[in-house]
Nanobody, 116 residues
Framework: QVQLVESGGGLVQPGGSLRLSCAASGSIFSINAMGWYRQAPGKERDMVAAISRGGSTNYADSVKGRFTISRDNAKNTVYLQMNSLKPEDTAVYYC??????????WGQGTQVTVSS
């Protein structure tokens, strides 16, 4: 049984920072690249950042230079450090396999709200 649990979201002012965590259980973490995705109200869910098992990373253009993805294989956890946050970063953030997320692995996500 694979389970992904996201945490670390909250309300932050523009220019602020947050660090999201995704704790994974089951076999997915040792095999797959992992990604962070986000979904804003009325929009589709998009990839934000991804990291391979070996540590290679990939970012959406909108977050390059501001977000950093990392992983701790020993802890089965993926992180997303978000700096210089903008109102347009407001969304529910999820983690899942990359590049093809698995439908049954979607968790509850964690809400990030950037507002003054």
């Amino acid at each position: 049984q694979v389970q992904l649990v996201e945490s670390g979201g909250g309300l932050v002012q523009p220019g602020g920072s947050l660090r999201l965590s995704c704790a994974a259980s089951g076999s997915i973490f040792s095999i797959n690249a992992m990604g962070w995705y986000r979904q804003a109200p009325g929009k589709e869910r998009d990839m934000v950042a991804a990291i391979s098992r070996g540590g290679s990373t990939n970012y959406a253009d909108s977050v390059k230079g501001r977000f950093t993805i990392s992983r701790d294989n020993a802890k089965n956890t993926v992180y997303l450090q978000m700096n210089s946050l903008k109102p347009e970063d407001t969304a529910v953030y999820y983690c899942n396999a990359y590049p093809v997320p698995v439908y049954g692995y979607w968790g509850q996500g964690t809400q990030v709200t950037v507002s003054s």
